[in-house]
């Protein structure tokens, strides 16, 4: 299975600032998906990061508050913009390699923390 | 659509005997199935997949679960607890690329 490399792993930042979370894959990826996962809660799909279109976001999520690159098969970033305190959460990046078993993988997870 | 439903919030076993979670799923196409496990401050960490193969399908760490079609259930089950096998499942449907989550259910293990 593919190896993600999430970055940072927490942070502490300011309502009003903006938040860049990046993941970086091992292997040639189509498709990047971003979830939230608010405190206590199960993980919400935020949006699909497809590499050389616009992300595809999900209900709920809008590219102004959660912009996404994908400049390559192998890296994507979310940036959480203009924060407050309900934006406080796990952020976790997750792909797919079709053929290798359906499976899943996620990265570690950025906590963030807006004060 | 698809969505699923865990049916308990919270199993509290003691250790050395057996776990079950429950979860029950509706899609409206043959679905992809998954268990993933979250330890405290860890990240997700898949325990066994069921993708249109066989029905009874083993995972790791002891896991295991069952495909029902007739009763749209996919309940996971462990003979044995361990200490070790405290945090939270999570049930998880897809029948194209878009995961669907359960609730979760949050293991406690008694010594």
């Known amino acids: 299975s593919a190896v993600i490399s999430q970055k940072p792993s927490r942070d502490i930042c300011q309502r009003g600032t903006s938040l860049t979370i990046q993941c970086q894959v091992d292997?040639?990826?189509?498709?990047m998906f971003w979830y939230r996962q608010q405190p206590g809660q199960s993980l919400t799909l935020i949006a699909t990061?497809?590499?050389?279109?616009?992300?595809?976001?999900e209900s709920g999520f809008v590219i102004d508050k959660f912009p996404i690159s994908r400049p390559n098969l192998t890296f994507s970033t979310l940036t959480v913009s203009n924060m407050s305190p309900e934006d406080s959460s796990i952020y976790l990046c997750?792909?797919?390699?079709?053929?290798?078993?359906?499976?899943?993988?996620f990265g570690s997870g950025t906590r963030l923390t807006v004060v | 659509a698809q969505s699923v439903t865990q049916l308990d919030s919270h199993v509290s076993v003691s250790e050395g005997t057996p776990v079950l979670l429950r979860c029950n799923y509706s899609?409206?196409?043959?679905?992809?199935l998954f268990w993933y496990v979250q330890h405290p401050n860890k990240g997700l960490q898949l325990l066994l997949k069921?993708?249109?193969?066989?029905?009874l399908v083993k995972g790791i760490n002891g896991f295991e679960a069952e495909f029902k079609k007739s009763e749209t259930s996919f309940h996971l089950t462990k003979p044995s607890a361990h200490m070790s096998d405290a945090a939270e499942y999570f049930c998880?449907?897809?029948?194209?690329?878009?995961?669907?989550f359960g609730a979760g259910t949050t293991v406690t293990v008694r010594a």
């Open positions: 998880v449907v897809t029948n194209d690329y878009k995961l669907s």
């Open positions: 899609s409206s196409y043959s679905p992809s």
């Open positions: 990061a497809n590499q050389g279109s616009e992300a595809t976001y």
């Open positions: 069921y993708t249109s193969a066989a029905t």
């Open positions: 997750s792909v797919t390699i079709p053929g290798k078993g359906g499976g899943y993988t």
């Open positions: 292997s040639q990826v189509t498709m």
